[in-house]
C-alpha cells in the first residue's frame, strides 16, 4: 500500500508521461506492470497515460485489452479509450472489443463500436 506521499509522485509521475504524450514510449513496460496492480484510479490513469501515448503504446494491446473486462466501468471504458488512441496496432483487441457489443450498458456498447 503506498502512503501519502508516495501516491502523490505516482500521481505526478504519470501526469508528466501523459503531457509527454509518445515521448513516454519508453515507460510503456513499466505502464503495463502499473496497470497490473494498484487501485482502480491508478489503472485508469495508466490507461488515460497509455492512450496519450498513443500508437508508440502498442506493445500494451494485450492487457489494455484484458481491462476491457475489469470491473470497475470507468477502467473498462477507458480502456477502450485507449485502443482507439493507439490506432490499428490495437487490430489484435477486436475480438474483446466485439463482447462489449453485448452489454445492456450503452456507454460500453458505444466503447465496443468505437
Known amino acids: 500500500m503506498l502512503?501519502?506521499?508516495?501516491?502523490?509522485?505516482?500521481?505526478?509521475?504519470l501526469m508528466v508521461l501523459g503531457r509527454l504524450g509518445p515521448d513516454a514510449a519508453a515507460a510503456v513496460p513499466?505502464?503495463?506492470?502499473a496497470l497490473k496492480g494498484g487501485d482502480a484510479k491508478q489503472r485508469?490513469?495508466?490507461?488515460?497515460?497509455?492512450?496519450?501515448?498513443?500508437?508508440?503504446?502498442?506493445?500494451?494491446v494485450e492487457p489494455v485489452a484484458g481491462a476491457l473486462a475489469d470491473s470497475d466501468r470507468e477502467?473498462?471504458?477507458?480502456?477502450?479509450?485507449?485502443l482507439g488512441k493507439i490506432g490499428p496496432g490495437a487490430k489484435s483487441a477486436a475480438p474483446a472489443l466485439?463482447?462489449?457489443l453485448a452489454s445492456d450498458d450503452k456507454m460500453v456498447k458505444l466503447t465496443g463500436v468505437w
Not at 44 to 60: H, Q, T
Request: glycine share 6%; aromatic share 4%.
Open 30 to 33: 513499466d505502464l503495463v506492470k
Open 3 to 13: 502512503n501519502d506521499e508516495d501516491a502523490k509522485r505516482r500521481e505526478r509521475a
Open 75 to 82: 477502467v473498462m471504458l477507458t480502456a477502450g479509450f485507449c
Open 98 to 100: 466485439q463482447k462489449l
Open 44 to 60: 485508469n490513469e495508466v490507461l488515460f497515460v497509455l492512450g496519450a501515448i498513443g500508437p508508440k503504446a502498442a506493445a500494451a
